[in-house]
């Protein structure tokens, strides 16, 4: 039996039991003070069934609308995995993201889509499982529900519409608590040309934030794998050597193209960029990070973003690395749920009523 089915036979019993009393104790003194009480509980619970039925039998929703202007992108698979929990004010990495070389503790605009990222390429790069997934529909509509309360990582794969292939962002996402709610998010997007020709070349590019390497802590070299549509197709070393840079040339922009860099350096953390052609992989050195000793044995890579806001930029070959969207969003995760605090307010309220019925009732018994 629902919450909401329960509730109404109470209420339901209780109208009865009144009915019942107006005819066995109408003879009665004290009839008027039994009916006051039940029908102030009765009252009550009217209240309480106005607001506690959808909060209980309701479930917590997160919709993700993808769009390319105003024209909706169908068929474009997103998958969610469960990656931490909001502790006070922070997020909290847990499971098997516990260790991973990100910083969540100062979420700015740049870092959030950085962290976004970093964890995507994790997840690429360690082939975890995920939680939950789904296709947009003909609305651009991906919907995703009964996700408990915690950090969430959305990532999508690209869908290829006549010449153009739509990309969204990988986002980070909060379900906080009370098991209803729901959230509407727009991840940013993108679209590349996958006419023939149109964009053969790849440039991937190491960016060390450490002082110029004033604690000596920075390896001599790094590896890189090169990944074609989930499955590495490359593997490459970056190093002073090259000046931290590499180029590849003659790939299919009709495929979709990730980097993951391998074994980040201990006391490193990580955040990423990248548009359609070109890849970003910032390392920042952080003296009070704490590892388990040696190399970290997780993985960066550039692939994309969380917003709230619904950006569309057409991909062209650029010599700087600008962002995959000019537009500067709210570091704020988005969120679904609520809390049930209505309803004790509300419970204290039927209290109220019912406590009155019985204090105006007495007074009036005992002033007869």
């Not at 009765?42 to 609308?65: C, G, K, Q």
């Not at 789904?134 to 010449?163: C, M, R, W």
């Not at 996402?173 to 959230?183: A, H, Q, R, T, Y």
């Not at 679209?191 to 960016?207: F, H, R």
């Amino acid at each position: 039996m629902s919450a909401y089915a329960f509730i109404r036979l109470i209420i339901l019993t209780t109208k009865t039991a009144i009915q019942f009393m107006k005819g066995k104790v109408k003879c009665m003194k004290k009839n008027k003070r039994l009916l006051a009480v039940l029908t102030s509980i009765a009252a009550a619970f009217s209240l309480f069934v106005m607001f506690v039925p959808e909060a209980m039998s309701a479930d917590n929703s997160t919709s993700l609308i993808c769009l390319s202007g105003d024209k909706p992108v169908s068929g474009m698979k997103w998958k969610i995995y469960h990656i931490g929990e909001i502790r006070g004010n922070e997020c909290v990495l847990t499971g098997a993201y516990e260790d991973y070389a990100v910083d969540l503790t100062n979420l700015t605009s740049e870092n959030i889509n950085g962290t976004a990222k970093a964890l995507e390429s994790f997840v690429l790069g360690n082939n975890l499982p995920y939680l939950a997934e789904g296709s947009t529909d003909g609305n651009g509509t991906a919907s995703f529900s009964s996700l408990d309360p915690g950090l969430y990582l959305a990532v999508s794969q690209s869908v290829k519409i006549e010449h153009e292939a739509y990309v969204a962002c990988p986002l980070l996402f909060e379900v906080k608590g009370g098991n209803s709610g729901e959230s509407t998010i727009f991840p940013k997007m993108y679209s590349t040309n996958t006419l023939a020709g149109y964009e053969e070349y790849y440039t991937l590019k190491k960016v060390w934030v450490d002082n110029d390497n004033n604690a000596q802590m920075r390896p001599e070299y790094v590896t890189v794998d090169l990944f074609k549509n989930g499955e590495i197709s490359d593997t490459i070393t970056l190093s002073e050597d090259n000046g931290w840079e590499y180029r590849w040339e003659n790939l299919d922009p009709a495929d979709e193209w990730r980097v993951v860099e391998r074994n980040i350096p201990q006391k490193y953390e990580v955040i990423v960029d990248y548009n359609s052609s070109q890849y970003l992989i910032k390392n920042t050195y952080n003296p009070s990070r704490k590892t388990t000793g040696g190399y970290e044995t997780n993985t960066a890579s550039a692939t994309t973003t969380i917003s709230t806001t619904t950006v569309t930029t057409t991909a062209t070959a650029t010599t700087t690395l600008p962002p995959a969207s000019t537009t500067v969003t709210e570091p704020k995760l988005p969120q679904t749920g609520q809390l049930w605090w209505p309803i004790v307010p509300l419970t204290t309220g039927g209290f109220v009523l019912l406590f009155t019925g019985l204090a105006m009732n007495k007074r009036k018994d005992d002033e007869e």
